[in-house]
């Protein structure tokens, strides 16, 4: 609530009026005592009673609910449409909502009733008028019959009574609305019109969604120490496996630590995040249909939170995988080999993001690790001119290889020394030997950077396209 106030009423409006106009709804809604109650531990009738008190922010004098009794019991329903009832009656307010099989008890609530059937209207008026109506067309209702139900049956033709004649005697009902008469002039001080606050700014709502996200992640965390534990034990368990490869001249083993190494993190950086979008989507849709705020902040506020921490779980992992396979402890090499097995996981979490953004959830976590196999194919299992002609067009669009060739390079390259031999002979004792046997001693480890983070922002910005075409499709 405290929220969702911020948001829609903005800055201009003080935060003490924000938080009596929070208590005050609360209490008039009977929601007092679950004020530090998660929404998510909510019943069925006062999450619907939550959900019109955050309408009820901006004070609107027309309020429009969608099945408010939809999935709750007979006694839940009562209180629901009696609250309708009170807010129509006492606050003032016109409230128009739409409501399948209610009870008569509860249909007897209604002031004004408007009864359709295919798009067409066979109804209008007064509740107490319904059954003489129907009536009046042959319609005759049983003693003890609940009159929503009865107008449903006579709706579908269980009467005999077609639709065409439902709707022609609906037209000839009296409509009070062409006859009123305007016997009054309007004032001429239109200033006196209220206009509706104006809503949080774009970097208000960044800051609050933000706050949002981080309070959610407090209050469950399992997921984010799940993450970041395993890069940490799989950090010593890939250290122990291959500790010391990093100055041996056996670079078979050390290459496959950097193989592994980056699939780990595209992986993880992929996966974490594939169903991020879907399993919150339709909480967005709803209060961003609602105006709460604008799509950027919202994705701002994803990203903040998302992008800082994969890089963390990612430098967990390099920096225990890194020294205990002794990898050469050079800056330059360190902050190369770091800054690029990151800036990759970062764009296989753009990838996911995408990925769970455009695709159904079944399909999302099925299609992530065929996308990730694919493209880790080029620079590890074949080379550039043992490439199809086809398909070298993805050896260049390929983040994994740029990624992969840049470790290498990284580790091997800038003219490093030759490496310890405990045998008599050995291949790849000088590392160039090594380079130009897998293609990787002419390469520019600052323009495969430049592609991964590219390819990055690229990702980003069709996950935000796709997310507001999917928010403004009618």
Request: glycine share 6%; aromatic share 12%.
């Amino acid at each position: 609530m405290t929220l969702a106030a911020h948001l829609k009423l903005g800055y201009t409006i003080s935060s003490a009026y924000k938080h009596s106009q929070v208590l005050e709804l609360l209490e008039m809604l009977g929601l007092s005592r679950c004020y530090d109650t998660l929404c998510g531990k909510l019943s069925g009738g006062q999450k619907k009673r939550l959900d019109i008190a955050l309408e009820l922010l901006t004070n609107p004098s027309v309020l429009f609910l969608d099945e408010p009794t939809t999935g709750l019991d007979s006694s839940s329903c009562s209180q629901c449409v009696a609250l309708m009832k009170r807010l129509a009656e006492l606050e003032r307010r016109t409230v128009i909502c739409t409501i399948h099989q209610p009870s008569a008890l509860l249909l007897e609530m209604f002031d004004s009733l408007y009864v359709v059937a295919n798009g067409y209207c066979i109804y209008r008026g007064s509740v107490s008028s319904l059954l003489p109506h129907l009536t009046s067309v042959g319609a005759h209702c049983p003693p003890y019959h609940n009159p929503a139900d009865f107008v449903l049956e006579v709706a579908i033709g269980e009467y005999g009574i077609s639709l065409d004649k439902l709707v022609a005697a609906a037209e000839t009902l009296p409509n009070d609305q062409k006859t009123i008469a305007l016997t009054t002039s309007l004032p001429e001080e239109t200033n006196r019109i209220k206009e509706p606050p104006p809503p949080a700014g774009f970097l208000t709502q960044c800051y609050l969604l933000y706050k949002r996200q981080l309070l959610s992640l407090k209050r469950d965390y399992s997921l984010l120490m799940a993450r970041l534990l395993c890069h940490l034990l799989i950090g010593v368990i890939f250290g122990y496996l291959y500790m010391g490869s990093g100055y041996r001249a056996n670079v078979l083993a050390n290459y496959v630590y950097l193989y592994g190494s980056l699939l780990l993190l595209v992986y993880t950086g992929k996966m974490a995040v594939t169903l991020a979008f879907p399993l919150e989507m339709q909480i967005l849709m709803r209060e961003h249909f609602n105006r709460w705020y604008r799509l950027a902040p919202y994705y701002i506020s994803i990203l903040l939170v998302e992008i800082p921490f994969q890089a963390a779980c990612a430098a967990s992992y390099l920096i225990v995988s890194y020294w205990l396979t002794a990898q050469p402890v050079e800056t330059n090499r360190i902050i190369f080999f770091n800054v690029v097995s990151i800036a990759a996981s970062l764009t296989a979490q753009a990838w996911g993001f995408f990925i769970g953004v455009t695709t159904p959830i079944k399909i999302a976590v099925f299609i992530g690790p065929i996308i990730a196999v694919l493209f880790s194919i080029f620079g590890f299992c074949i080379r550039y001119f043992d490439t199809p002609q086809a398909f070298r067009w993805m050896f260049h669009i390929s983040y994994f290889r740029a990624s992969f060739h840049s470790l290498i390079y990284t580790v091997y390259g800038y003219d490093r020394m030759d490496l310890l031999c405990d045998e008599f002979y050995c291949h790849y004792k000088k590392p160039s030997t090594f380079l130009k046997e897998m293609e990787i001693n002419d390469i520019s480890v600052i323009n495969n950077l430049i592609l991964v983070l590219g390819i990055g922002v690229l990702m980003h910005l069709l996950t935000a396209s796709a997310l507001w075409c999917k928010l403004n499709r009618r």
